[in-house]
């Protein structure tokens, strides 16, 4: 429906240019509630958010194992020995969502990326290629939240950086959208693991859907 992230652009375009917390947490309000006709509807939209998730700590848990499973035709571990962790990067985004026309898939990609990226810089000596439970939990959280700020980015970025005053401004502002988002999606996974309900393989995506409803939900309900 045209128009429908009007809302969200109004109070995000106010936020890019005062910087009030205020008119950030209204605009994913907006995002959420108006744009997506609230947290039931932005789940759905969000399902394939789940799958991939579910996919990639698949991939990550298949490289740790030496058990390609489902992957043995996508990601080879002995031909990824010695490669650089761009590379293997690569291989995991191509495995896990694969390019098919489609913007979801392009900002699935980039969140995949940005959740290795995230993680290599918080554990340097981290091994790509023999993730802990851990570190396979903190990319299937981190990808979460980026590819849900990813698809905010594609609907609303333009007029943050079209109403913020310079280009450096523009930046700042998706990057406290981007971190407000990461906030809240990491307090959502966190009670869950408070709950009992911890990322295991073959149940990744219900919890992802369960982090993200609840999510959603703050998102929804916090405005000011």
Request: no cysteine.
């Amino acid at each position: 429906m045209p128009g429908r992230f009007g809302s969200a652009r109004t109070s995000l375009g106010k936020f890019a240019k005062s910087g009030e917390r205020a008119s950030l947490r209204r605009g994913v309000s907006d995002y959420v509630t108006k744009g997506y006709g609230g947290r039931s509807t932005a789940a759905k939209r969000l399902e394939g958010t789940a799958r991939t998730a579910g996919a990639l700590h698949g991939a990550l848990s298949a490289l740790a194992t030496g058990q390609p499973g489902e992957f043995s035709g996508s990601l080879n571990r002995p031909l990824l020995q010695g490669r650089s962790a761009r590379e293997i990067i690569d291989a995991l985004i191509e495995a896990v969502r694969p390019v098919d026309g489609t913007q979801d898939a392009e900002a699935s990609r980039e969140a995949v990326n940005d959740s290795l990226s995230d993680l290599l810089e918080r554990f340097p000596e981290a091994d790509l290629l023999a993730l802990t439970d851990e570190q396979r939990a903190l990319v299937v959280e981190a990808y979460t939240a980026q590819d849900l700020f990813r698809r905010l980015e594609l609907d609303v970025g333009k007029h943050i950086q079209d109403a913020a005053q310079t280009t450096s401004e523009a930046l700042s502002r998706l990057a406290q959208i981007r971190d407000y988002i990461r906030e809240i999606i990491s307090d959502a996974f966190k009670r869950l693991r408070d709950a009992g309900t911890p990322l295991t393989s073959g149940h990744v995506a219900a919890v992802v859907r369960s982090a993200l409803s609840s999510a959603l939900e703050v998102f929804e309900l916090t405005r000011l």
